[in-house]
């Protein structure tokens, strides 16, 4: 007999004495007490370890952030001093016309540039801090 032939066989004959066993003799009711009663106590242990963890977030920027200022403050500084740069449009005021360009086009074209504009702090007090953290 062929492993195809036995297969077809016996296939159906399996799948019924499961059915039967499963079913009509009350093991499927042991299964699903066992299950539930397993995803009780693996609830239990998950949510155990989540309530202890607690992630502290600090007002305070990281080493590392802190760091990464320092380094970029102390490269524009060098740069400053070796180029001979350093506060070159300090006392300066913006032209009020576009200069040699044509100042005919543009969203801002009839803004006077020294004007302050539209005051967004009311932005950061909706967000709630978060906006200061991502300093």
């Known amino acids: 007999m062929k492993r195809n032939e ?9 799948k019924e004495c499961i059915k039967e066993v499963i079913f009509e003799e ?4 042991g299964i699903i007490t066992e299950v539930a009663h397993g995803l009780a106590t693996v609830q239990a242990n998950v ?4 309530m202890e963890k607690k992630i502290i977030k600090s007002n305070q920027p990281s080493a590392s952030v ?4 320092k380094s970029l403050e102390e490269t524009k500084r060098s740069l400053q001093s070796s180029t001979g740069l350093n506060g070159i449009f300090e006392g300066t005021t913006p032209m009020r016309s576009g200069g040699s ?3 005919k086009h543009g969203a801002l074209r009839d803004m006077d540039p020294s004007d302050p504009g539209v005051d967004i702090s009311g932005i950061m ?5 978060a906006w200061e953290q991502l300093k």
């Not at 802190?66 to 200022?69: I, N, S, T």
């Open 6 to 14: 036995l297969k077809e066989i016996l296939k159906p004959l399996i």
């Open 26 to 29: 009350g093991a499927l009711s």
């Open 47 to 50: 949510s155990q370890p989540i």
């Open 66 to 69: 802190l760091e990464a200022r």
């Open 101 to 103: 360009q044509s100042s």
């Open 125 to 129: 007090k909706i967000a709630g801090g």
